[in-house]
């Protein structure tokens, strides 16, 4: 285990906040799909191989959420003993309300970080609307939008540590984005990332948030991560987060770098 620590703080030195003046070259948001054969161990040993290839850390986002709180506890300890010989980070993206019924605090407390999104949306009726599929539409995007805010603001009270694919907007609203997103309506959500100490995510696979945003979050003290949100094909590539990243100003100090906490369990 010794060993297994060193490896990972040597592969991660140079970009741990306030070790250099260029930004961490970590991508959060990795998913491993069907296309990683093999065994987990074996998954994870591919990721990481692919992960020193392109010179960006990954962190792996299971996303494991059954109804079973004990199957789901069981499964990340799994992935939890297999990964730590990899330097790779582990966590979790939840995408169901009441998501904090199907874990254990325990469970969590062992993860490296948390990720959600608001992206399945509850609509009127209760009926959930995910977002991202082609053609959702919306008859009227400004009611829309109010409804929208507040179920962000609801992802943000929720334990977590970083909010992903944020001011993501369906594609038959995107053009409209930066009507949609009012000043008001951002800073009602960049207070809440503050307040709250969850970390933004610069998205390279929706391009969000725009420019705007992410100068108003550094102003008012939010921190970020890098995201792909890609399964095995396009994971570690971050290229548009870095050249917004470096648009908006932003430097190490900006940004969330995990502690690797399953080491220390």
Not at 22 to 34: F, M
């Amino acid at each position: 285990m010794k060993n297994t620590i060193i490896s990972f703080m040597m592969a991660v030195l140079l970009i741990m906040p306030g070790s250099q003046k260029n930004i961490s070259k970590i991508d959060l948001h990795v998913h491993l799909s069907d296309e990683f054969k093999g065994t987990l161990d074996e998954r994870y040993a591919d990721a990481a191989a692919q992960s020193r290839k392109m010179g960006v850390t990954f962190g792996i986002a299971e996303e494991i959420c059954s109804r079973d709180k004990n199957r789901n506890d069981s499964l990340l300890a799994l992935c939890a003993s297999a990964i730590k010989k990899y330097p790779l980070y582990l966590g979790i993206q939840v995408d169901r309300q009441n998501w904090q019924d199907v874990y254990s605090k325990e469970t969590l407390k062992k993860l490296d970080y948390i990720l959600e999104d608001a992206l399945n949306f509850p609509d009127k009726d209760g009926k959930i609307i995910r977002l991202w599929e082609k053609g959702v539409y919306f008859d009227n995007p400004e009611e829309f939008m109010d409804r929208y805010v507040n179920y962000n603001l609801k992802v943000l009270s929720d334990p977590i540590t970083v909010w992903v694919n944020p001011t993501y907007l369906p594609d038959t609203l995107s053009k409209d984005y930066d009507k949609l997103w009012t000043k008001e309506r951002r800073k009602k959500l960049i207070d809440a990332a503050v307040k709250n100490k969850i970390a933004i995510e610069i998205n390279s696979r929706f391009q969000v948030p725009g420019k705007t945003f992410i100068k108003e979050a550094k102003a008012a003290g939010a921190h970020f991560t890098f995201g792909s949100n890609q399964h095995v094909t396009g994971i570690g590539e971050i290229e548009w987060s870095e050249k917004m990243a470096k648009e908006c100003g932003l430097t190490a100090k900006d940004f969330f770098v995990p502690s690797r906490k399953i080491l220390k369990k």
